[in-house]
């Protein structure tokens, strides 16, 4: 276990969102994977870490009431949240309460996020860092296209990374950079770097990945149906 101290740690869970890619007919977050709703493996693997003290789910408005029954005997707060992902994420952060020295912003669809990435990210931030992602290498070649798909260049990825959650961040500084937004963004440290400040990066795991099509609910599915056979780091 950690010995970060976990109080004054808040997390917000974007739990808002329809699902349009994945298609399940209900809210993305609360369809099932191994008989659990994503949002809940996501806030008990937060929780599990031993480094989160509080969580905040974003959920849609026709969700509020029945997701605040998801969630027995732990410290979560349920609130509705907004249109896009930005507004969600905002909403959470007003229901931050007092005393939170560093906020994680976590999505609901990375059912699967190792406690161990958590508290990476928390102990960077901890250790001074203003703003921290978990990030992968890009192990596909990547290439440039025009408007008709004709390839006009070839990227360095050696320079490019893939970024996961939870992204990690003073509170104050989160809450100032939601403060002065302007445009919805996919990522919060996005917000941090549109202020001029730096964000840096810990290493991500690939099963942290976003649930976001019926193919990778079928991914999810399959490793946890294999987690009796861990998968060791140098096979990732
Ligand atoms: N999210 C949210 N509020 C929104 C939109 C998204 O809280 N208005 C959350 C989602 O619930 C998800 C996370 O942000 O946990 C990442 O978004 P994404 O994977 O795009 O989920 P959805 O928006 O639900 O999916 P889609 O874009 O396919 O409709
Ligand atoms: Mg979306």
Redesign the pocket.
Known sequence: MSTVDPSGVVAIV?????????GAGV???FVELGGVPMVLRAVDGLLGSGVVGRVVV?VPAFEVTAAASLFPGRPVAVVP?????T??VAAGLRALGSDVDVVLVH???RPLTPPDVVRRVVTAVRSGLPAVIPVLPVTDTVKQVDADGVVTGTVDRSALRAVQTPQGFRASDLVRAYDAVVDALTDDAGLIEALGDSVHTVAGDPVAF?V?TAWDLRIAELLLAGASVPISAEER
């Open positions: 974007p739990a808002a969102g329809s699902g349009l890619r994945l809210p993305k977050a974003v949240g907004g249109a896009d992902r507004a969600s999505d609901a669809a976003k976001t």
